[in-house]
């Protein structure tokens, strides 16, 4: 299978790179964790939307771009490389295909970026529900709409949190197709996935970076071996999960009968490679990669949430074991 991207899907790419670059830089990432933060960056959020991000998988009946999860896949890999606060996965992947096809007045506003949409296959835990605008719990067939903020007082909400237990998913069935709500759960495994590797690309850079100016004994410490091994064991498995990622974008895409298998194999793979970074990053850096005021923990903790969501990595796994004994 050619893995290759085409010379507009890499532009936008570079393009999104360059706009995450300047608006959301590790202060950045530093001030979302900050009692009373609204979680996400409203203005960035809408500068997504301008440029299509938002609405890249949505039709373009519904003011989307009409591409498929092989697009998107770049532009995600990206917001992991900055740690980009916010439900982008859940809004960009899962949200906005959801409210679209099921015609609702709300994805005008979600594709340009006016309203934050998250998204949880458990109504007990919403990643980013004390933020959302719009709150959707796929359950087996079904998505419904669950307006957390409505029923949850505002000033009770502990916003140092990024998720928040939902009332009973009582609000009103989205009409969505059949099969959306697992369709819905597997994009957000893609799109975590294809995060893991933009952290672990970054955290391999920022390491490199550090072992190059860090000297003891008067040489640099990314001069010794052990030090290289590390990264270079590091890389070896992040060059390894890139394509799985990208087989399950295509396989999303074109909707492939060995989605399921694809979009496991891909977090198993990611999973294990941010993972495998961050430990990595850790050692090389030493005491100071342990510390509040450097930045590398800020990473760190985003590929360990991502590790635990969306199903295990035995649950995975076991997934990918089934198809293939299966046959599938």
């Known amino acids: 299978m050619e893995f290759g991207f085409s010379d507009e899907q890499l532009a936008f790419r570079d393009a999104v790179r360059d706009l995450l670059r300047d608006a959301c830089p590790p202060a950045?990432?530093?001030?979302?964790?900050?009692?009373?933060?609204?979680?996400?960056?409203?203005?960035?959020?809408?500068?997504?939307?301008?440029?299509?991000?938002?609405?890249?998988?949505?039709?373009e009946g519904a003011g989307g771009l009409g591409l498929t999860e092989v697009d998107l896949v770049l532009?995600?890999?990206?917001?992991?490389?900055?740690?980009?606060?916010?439900?982008?996965?859940?809004?960009?992947?899962?949200?906005?295909?959801?409210?679209?096809?099921?015609g609702s007045a709300s994805v005008g506003p979600a594709i340009g970026g006016g309203v934050?949409?998250?998204?949880?296959?458990?109504?007990?835990?919403?990643g980013w529900g004390a933020v959302a605008d719009v709150v959707l719990v796929g359950?087996?067939?079904?998505?419904?709409?669950?307006?957390?903020?409505?029923?949850?007082?505002?000033?009770?909400?502990?916003?140092?949190?990024?998720?928040?237990?939902?009332?009973a998913a009582t609000g009103p069935v989205l009409a969505v197709p059949a099969g959306a709500a697992a369709l819905a759960i597997d994009r957000a495994v893609l799109g975590s996935s294809a995060q893991q590797c933009g952290l672990a690309a970054r955290m391999i850079e920022m390491t490199v970076d550090y072992t190059t100016t860090r000297r003891q004994f008067?040489?640099?410490?990314?001069?010794?071996?052990?030090?290289?091994?590390?990264?270079?064991?590091?890389?070896?498995l992040l060059e390894h999960a890139r394509p799985a990622v990208y087989r399950a974008a295509w396989s999303c895409a074109v909707g492939a009968s060995t989605r399921g298998r694809d979009v496991s194999m891909a977090k198993v793979m990611a999973d294990r490679a941010a993972a495998g970074a961050a430990r990595a990053a850790l050692?090389?850096?030493?005491?100071?990669?342990?510390?509040?005021?450097?930045?590398?923990?800020?990473?760190?903790?985003?590929?360990w949430v991502l590790e635990r969501l969306w199903g295990t990595t035995s649950a995975h796994r076991a997934r990918v074991a089934d198809a293939v004994v299966g046959g599938a």
């Open 28 to 59: 950045a990432v530093r001030a979302a964790w900050a009692p009373g933060h609204a979680g996400f960056d409203a203005d960035l959020w809408l500068q997504l939307g301008s440029m299509g991000v938002l609405g890249i998988v949505a039709p």
């Open 75 to 102: 532009l995600l890999e990206e917001t992991g490389r900055v740690a980009l606060p916010g439900p982008v996965v859940e809004h960009a992947a899962v949200g906005v295909p959801l409210l679209a096809s099921a």
């Open 116 to 126: 934050a949409v998250t998204f949880s296959d458990d109504a007990a835990r919403i």
């Open 139 to 167: 359950a087996g067939d079904t998505v419904r709409v669950v307006d957390v903020l409505a029923s949850t007082p505002l000033e009770s909400v502990d916003r140092s949190r990024r998720d928040v237990a939902a009332p």
């Open 218 to 236: 008067g040489v640099p410490i990314g001069s010794y071996q052990a030090v290289k091994h590390h990264l270079a064991d590091a890389l070896l």
């Open 283 to 303: 050692q090389c850096h030493g005491a100071i990669g342990y510390t509040w005021e450097h930045d590398l923990h800020l990473w760190m903790k985003r590929v």
